[in-house]
């Protein structure tokens, strides 16, 4: 099937070629780093994890996410995501890629990945973290492949794709979870001790997951002949509607819980954050528009007549993603270092090398995206063709 990944238009030849740049500038920006080090990038003593660590953390929930369609598909029979799903489980597959190729990237020297390997540490939980994400990889790219491959025969898949996609759903829970006790494990750091840190993390990815995931269906809609059901767009961005009031909600708990408390260590990472701490404040005009995006988002996606517009619900959507984005994909491991062992702000700025590592491996991301979802749409035509 890989095949129809091979043919295409001169656009598609185009935005092949530019994710291959950017992918080709990463790896050269990464040699550097090999060569030189860590000590290139803008993480120090005080700052151990960068936007490294942040998008990985942001991209185990848009892996997780592809679950909010499996559950509603596989155990409620809700034949209107079928069309969706398989975009979902192969989203899922892309998303665990890039996750391990941040973790690949921040440990500085490949060889310290075969540590995991070879030394295993039952008592870590970065042990447990890469054995599920492994599993939901492999899961995701079984079920999607297989499914393709008997859409393509037209005979319907082997029933052992369902037993997977039944283990799949709380796997892909688990991901998350696993990916929040890393921080919420951690007693020293005030901001991240929190018990309700994996709820948290599921909110928002259960939010900017699906967020994304209809992004593309509409994206998809204008610029090839796939079709997602305007039924299924309107009933995932209801989901994302409601996942993000949570997310929301969490938040202003912890909000609430730090200042109650008036506990130094658990105002001082929402001070940074929102306000500035003993002058530092460089995090402070994306935490707000991190605020204002998702209250904008939130309420065009509850009124009904803007949600069903189309243009709007694009608008919200973005919103959204960014919000979350910026929420766990720069404020939520940013904060946490604040403040440090000796009670002072030491602030983190990426370099121009991570910043073009990190466009590298979200170039590899894509690449993948693309392939897999140029399978899925050239097999769906094939279908329509010997249909009519």
């Not at 993480?43 to 660590?53: A, E, K, N, P």
């Not at 809700?78 to 921040?106: N, P, R, T």
């Not at 042990?127 to 319907?156: H, Q, S």
Request: aromatic share 14%.
């Amino acid at each position: 099937m890989l095949e129809k990944a091979l043919t295409g238009s001169k656009r598609y030849y185009a935005w092949i070629s530019l994710l291959l740049v950017l992918i080709i500038a990463g790896l050269s920006a990464y040699m550097r780093q090999f060569n030189y080090g860590l000590g290139i990038t803008g993480m120090s003593r005080d700052v151990t994890w960068g936007l490294y660590i942040s998008q990985f953390t942001f991209m185990v929930g848009v892996a997780a996410s592809a679950v909010m369609v499996a559950i509603p598909y596989y155990l409620h029979d809700y034949k209107i995501f079928g069309q969706i799903v398989i975009l979902g489980e192969f989203l899922a597959v892309a998303a665990v890629i890039v996750c391990m190729l941040f973790i690949f990237v921040d440990m500085g020297q490949p060889a310290r990945f075969l540590n995991i390997v070879l030394h295993p540490t039952p008592h870590s939980v970065m042990f447990w973290d890469m054995c599920v994400l492994l599993g939901y990889l492999l899961l995701n790219l079984f079920i999607g492949w297989t499914v393709m491959g008997a859409e393509k025969k037209r005979v319907p898949p082997p029933r052992w794709t369902k037993v997977l996609a039944y283990v799949a759903i709380p796997w892909a829970i688990s991901i998350h979870t696993v990916t929040a006790f890393l921080y919420a494990g951690l007693p020293g750091r005030y901001y991240w001790l929190s018990a309700i840190m994996a709820a948290r993390f599921l909110a928002s990815a259960f939010a900017a997951g699906p967020a994304l995931l209809i992004l593309l269906c509409l994206l998809l809609r204008k610029l090839t002949a796939f079709k997602a059901p305007a039924e299924a767009i309107q009933a995932l961005a209801k989901i994302v509607t409601y996942a993000m009031i949570a997310n929301v909600f969490f938040f202003m708990l912890e909000v609430f819980t730090a200042f109650y408390s008036n506990i130094p260590g658990h105002k001082a990472a929402l001070q940074y954050l929102f306000a500035g701490l003993d002058g530092f404040n460089n995090l402070v005009p994306f935490m707000w528009t991190a605020a204002v995006l998702a209250f904008l988002g939130i309420i065009m996606l509850l009124i009904p007549k803007l949600r069903r517009n189309e243009k709007v619900l694009t608008v919200a959507l973005i919103a959204v993603f960014v919000a979350a984005w910026l929420d766990k994909g720069l404020g939520l491991v940013l904060g946490g270092f604040v403040p440090n062992a000796f009670d002072r702000v030491k602030e983190y700025i990426p370099t121009s090398t991570e910043l073009t590592i990190i466009l590298g491996v979200y170039a590899i991301g894509i690449l993948l995206l693309t392939i897999l979802y140029k399978v899925v749409i050239g097999v769906r035509e094939q279908s329509m063709d010997c249909e009519h």
